[in-house]
């Protein structure tokens, strides 16, 4: 389809793992966003790329949590040491331009046992 | 910092009802302000939106007008249907700067 592709729909680790969130915004879209949603909350913001740069990345909880976007399409979020305050859906959404709509993929759902 | 505030959920109403959600939001001056809908299986999608005060932002039967005296951006529908079960988010934005959600409200229809 032509909207956000977020992978894995679904991951379950362990404690301690490291893991891959990938994003595939649409095509054309400069700007991509992260988001992390617990249950029963609204998105919070993580990182925004514009292009291949991280033009705001204030949202990011620690330095286990990293993201890239080496060729300003794909991104992904990386966390290390995975902790169980980890599980949450990770959702990316991507805009056209910076201040264009926002398009959400349907997100990632991890689940840290 | 600026944050956004939603009615608790859940709301739950019988077609045909009066449907209003409340949401207001502190920020320093007059950001734009959205509506996003969440569909049971589905990605998050914008409803309505407005980008100055007194702007009235409609979708689907939907409106929510932005007020600025009351800082708020209620999302009203005359008229509620089952398909618009769902988790209803408001959510403020400067610019080109990041959306700020509230926690959401879960609406449940019943036929």
Redesign the interface.
């Known amino acids: 389809g032509a909207g956000v592709s977020q992978t894995p729909s679904n991951k379950v680790t362990e404690k301690g793992k490291y893991v891959e969130l990938r994003c595939d915004p649409i095509s054309g879209h400069t700007a991509l966003y992260w988001y992390r949603q617990s249950l029963g909350q609204g998105p919070e913001f993580l990182i925004y790329f514009q292009g291949t740069g991280a033009a705001d990345d204030s949202g990011l909880p620690n330095d286990r949590f990293f993201a890239v976007r080496p060729e300003g399409s794909v991104s992904t979020l990386k966390i290390q040491r995975t902790e169980r305050g980890d599980s949450a859906v990770y959702l990316c959404a991507s805009s056209m331009t910076a201040t264009g709509e926002l398009f959400f993929g349907e997100g990632s759902r991890l689940t840290v046992l | 910092g600026d944050s956004?505030t939603q009615m608790e959920g859940p709301v739950t109403l019988s077609e045909e009802a009066f449907l209003t959600i409340n949401c207001t939001y502190t920020a320093t001056g007059y950001p734009s302000l959205f509506w996003y809908v969440q569909y049971p299986?589905?990605?998050?999608?914008?409803l309505l939106k407005a980008t100055k005060a007194d702007d009235k932002g409609s979708n689907k039967g939907f409106e929510a007008t932005y007020r600025k005296e009351t800082t708020s951006f209620h999302l009203e529908k005359g008229s509620v249907q089952v398909s618009d079960s769902a988790v209803y988010?408001c959510?403020l934005r400067w610019?080109?700067?990041?959306?700020?959600?509230?926690?959401?409200t879960r609406l449940t229809i019943n036929p």
């Open positions: 956004v299986g589905e990605g998050l999608q914008l988010f959510a610019g080109a700067q990041k959306l700020v959600f509230g926690q959401g």
